[in-house]
């Protein structure tokens, strides 16, 4: 069992930055693909971003170049750091983890957009 716990969300005015932290328990932190998601009211939860065991990420287009994701295995846990935040962002993030057939979610954390 993993479990995930987010933290960082909050309020922020556009062009703004949040880092936002998923820290997971289990030893096997370095072998899964971590990635946060994000839901917003109204529309279907969308990946964010995704960084894999081996350290290479992929993100969505609306994200790229303003976000970054990153991990310190060390630590057990992930990252998203978030620059020139917009209106649009606004919605709850959840962290993911996935290995061998098994997913968790963590419990999400509220991120606003707005001025």
């Known amino acids: 069992q993993v479990q995930l716990v987010e933290s960082g969300g909050d309020l922020v005015q556009p062009g703004g930055s949040l880092r936002l932290s998923c820290a997971a328990s289990g030893s096997i932190f370095r072998l899964a693909t971590m990635g946060w998601y994000r839901q917003a009211p109204g529309k279907q939860r969308e990946l964010v971003a995704l960084?894999?065991?081996?350290?290479?990420?992929t993100y969505a287009d609306s994200v790229k170049g303003r976000f970054t994701i990153s991990r310190d295995n060390a630590k057990n846990t992930m990252y998203l750091q978030m620059n020139s935040l917009k209106p649009e962002d606004t919605a709850v993030y959840y962290c993911?983890?996935?290995?061998?057939?098994?997913?968790?979610w963590g419990q999400g954390t509220q991120v606003t957009v707005s001025s």
């Open positions: 993911n983890s996935r290995r061998m057939g098994l997913e968790y």
């Open positions: 960084i894999f065991s081996s350290g290479s990420t």
